[in-house]
């Protein structure tokens, strides 16, 4: 565990996303959230990218961009982001098909 965090994490979010700026969580205004682990789930049979950026789709902001996810299968991202006080992480695709669940810890 990184120096300094504490708590039990939690599901931050999960959603479908699609061609369309999606956020996915806000985080809290009374502290910071960090992000330890993020899936992607590709439910159809064909391949989709994705865009998974803080602030806003740019790719000054990318974690992730036009990052292709295999047919019918995830992609698992374990690493360590911090958003900071009421920043966003938001999401597109290159299509439907796409389920992230991204989990992490409040207020820290």
Do not use: H, W
């Not at 998974?52 to 992609?75: F, H, Q, R, W």
């Not at 966003?88 to 695709?93: E, P």
């Amino acid at each position: 565990m990184i120096a300094n965090l504490s708590g039990t994490p939690i599901r931050l979010c999960q959603k479908a996303i699609n061609a369309t700026s999606t956020t996915l969580y806000t985080a809290q205004p009374d502290g910071r959230t960090a992000i330890l682990d993020t899936q992607i789930c590709n439910t159809t049979s064909a391949s989709k990218t994705v865009r998974l950026c803080i602030g806003s789709i740019s790719t000054s902001n990318a974690l992730l961009y036009d990052v292709s996810i295999a047919p019918n299968s995830i992609m698992q991202i374990e690493g360590f982001q911090m958003l900071n006080i009421n920043e966003v992480l938001v999401a597109s695709a290159s299509d439907t098909g796409l389920t992230i669940t991204i989990s992490g810890l409040e207020r820290v």
